[in-house]
């Protein structure tokens, strides 16, 4: 059963750092994509960023590049998102998904975490 | 970015009717397109990826076709497991981007 289960999240201010991690069970870690996909609330669904199953391809969405880091540690099936320079905008449910496929550069996720929220407050 | 339109924003249906839902790119994504359901409180569940294929468990009242810019998704016999928000996304170019959703209420 594939279970992805994130971490991390929480309140933080203004300008400040939060570190994303995602623990994933289930499947072969190293063959597959992963992303990372964020819904403000009350609002819709925002992809953020993808990297491929090696972590040698990465990919951002244009409203937080230069402020993230997505990275993987495939020998301990860990996905990571190191947002920096928050804002109250960044204020969302983060969800890890796992992608279908292993380039990363066509997300389609196929299985996600249940979401953890990040509040930005000023 | 490819802009992604939804129609309609929202839809009053009763168990049995036929959906449908359109979602049209600003730009070819040739059949790139995936479709999601939401129910509130929940993680997003991929029902259709490259535009028509069933994701695996999804039950066949739902279908799904669509090439170039215009895609459509269809739920033949609405259920009560089917009142939901649904998203579609295109996976053609970076940055994926999705539509703003539909939401199916219950008449």
């Known amino acids: 059963e594939v279970q992805l289960l994130e971490s991390g999240g929480g309140l933080v201010q203004t300008g400040g750092s939060l570190r994303l991690s995602c623990a994933a069970s289930g499947f072969t870690f190293s063959r597959c994509a992963m992303g990372w996909v964020r819904q403000a609330p009350g609002k819709g669904l925002e992809w953020v960023s993808s990297?491929?199953?090696?972590?040698?391809?990465?990919f951002y969405a244009d409203s937080m590049e230069g402020r993230l880091t997505i990275s993987r540690d495939n020998a301990e099936n860990k996905l990571y998102l190191q947002m920096n320079s928050l804002r109250v905008d960044d204020t969302a449910v983060y969800f890890c998904?796992?992608?279908?496929?292993?380039?990363?550069?066509?997300?389609?996720?196929?299985?996600w975490g249940q979401g953890i929220l990040v509040t930005v407050s000023s | 970015d490819i802009r992604m339109t939804q129609s309609p924003s929202s839809l009053s249906a009763s168990v049995g009717d036929r959906v449908t839902i359109t979602c049209r790119a600003s730009?070819?994504?040739?059949?790139?397109l995936n479709w999601y359901q939401q129910k509130p409180g929940k993680a997003p569940r991929l029902l259709v990826y490259s535009a028509s294929a069933l994701q695996s468990g999804v039950p066949s009242r739902f279908s799904a076709s669509g090439s170039g810019t215009d895609f459509t998704l269809t739920i033949s016999d609405l259920q009560p497991d089917d009142f939901a928000t649904y998203y579609c996304q295109q996976s053609y170019s970076s940055p994926s981007t999705f539509g703003h959703g539909t939401k199916v209420e219950s008449k």
């Open positions: 730009q070819t994504i040739i059949t790139y």
């Open positions: 998904a796992k992608d279908r496929y292993s380039p990363g550069s066509h997300p389609t996720f196929d299985y």
């Open positions: 990297i491929s199953g090696s972590g040698a391809a990465t």
